[in-house]
DNA sequence: GGTCTGGGTATCT
DNA sequence: AGATACCCAGACC
């Protein structure tokens, strides 16, 4: 079927404000020599330089300049510095069955059993829709255990990104059904609706380890960051920092499962599976909300 | 930069 | 089921 037509049309005439957000973070970082000002984005964008002020900082709740400073590598070392990790509390448990409350706001997960792991999805059905999101459109896909992935695309990505996802769980039957996705999306990005009462039910689909390097995430407070190899020490395997973060870029649900808190070792953004200028949006984001 | 790294995955047997 | 080769969003020198 053709996945174009089910995109919701954008908020904003010329596109969503993320659009926006994502090329003025694009400019910002990749012609950071210059140090191009507001004026010289807006004319770039073809906007008025009020304008462009106003919606990226709606969007991210702080100028482009307070923005770009949040997400500076001085920044981010101050937040590994000062962040006395609350993952240390008690150990992980290893069980791969039965729900368990782990994320501070709103997530309680049930991870799949190696055996079903091994079906690589098969006789799960998995219902998927696109929905716009303050990061661009997102892709979320849900199963009757609780939401599965959530994944984003850049426009005209779309179907780059619906594969991506389908990979992981090759055996799965895929239905595209945006009314049942369209719930799970309002919540993820409404932090308004995020409660411990009502917590949004997530299913980790993936191998023992995966799993427990996506728990130790979920254990990331809002606004926070952790590193690579910390996750590393607090599953028990301190020299598996590298396959940790191979692990983390696998996380199939991005953004609730936060990936973009996980660090280098010296606070650098290093990677991220839907690009680096997201992950700055999404910490900038939070920075703009913490 | 180079080099070592641990675990995941694909592709054999 | 085991062996092997290759991949990676790291870490260390």
Redesign the pocket.
Do not use: I
């Given at each position: 079927m053709n996945v174009a037509t089910s995109i919701p049309t954008d908020i904003t005439p010329d596109g969503t404000d993320y659009d926006t957000v994502r090329r003025v973070i694009e400019m910002l970082t990749e012609d950071y020599r210059e140090q191009p000002s507001l004026e010289r984005l807006a004319g770039r964008l073809g906007q008025s330089p009020t304008q462009l002020q106003k919606v990226f900082t709606r969007w991210a709740g702080l100028s482009p300049k307070a923005f770009l400073q949040a997400v500076t590598l001085d920044r981010a070392k101050r937040l590994l510095r000062e962040e006395d990790m609350p993952l240390l509390e008690a150990s992980i448990e290893v069980g791969l069955s039965g729900p368990g409350r782990l994320h501070d706001l709103f997530v309680t997960h049930e991870a799949m059993s190696p055996g079903e792991?091994k079906a690589r999805g098969g006789g799960l059905t998995i219902r998927y829709g696109y929905h716009p999101s303050p990061f661009g459109t997102a892709l979320v896909m849900v199963t009757d255990r609780g939401l599965a992935g959530l994944a984003f695309a850049d426009p005209g990505e779309e179907r780059a990104s619906f594969e991506d996802m389908a990979?992981?769980w090759?055996n799965a039957a895929y239905i595209e059904d945006s009314a049942a996705t369209t719930r799970y999306a309002a919540r993820i990005f409404d932090s308004d609706r995020w409660s411990a009462e009502e917590p949004l039910r997530i299913f980790l689909i993936?191998?023992?380890?995966?799993v427990r390097v996506w728990q130790a995430l979920l254990k990331v407070p809002f606004g926070k960051a952790t590193?690579?190899?910390?996750i590393?020490d607090e599953i028990g395997?301190p020299?598996?920092?590298?396959?940790?973060?191979?692990?983390?870029?696998?996380?199939p649900i991005?953004f609730v499962v936060p990936?973009?808190r996980?660090?280098?070792?010296?606070g650098?953004l290093?990677?991220?599976?839907?690009g680096l200028t997201r992950?700055r949006a999404i910490l900038g984001w939070e920075a703009g909300r913490a």
């Open positions: 792991w990979r992981r090759p993936g191998s023992d380890f995966q590193t690579y190899s910390r590393a395997q020299s598996a920092s590298r396959a940790v973060g191979a692990a983390v870029g696998r996380n991005s990936c973009h996980a660090l280098g070792k010296g650098e290093t990677g991220y599976h839907w992950k």
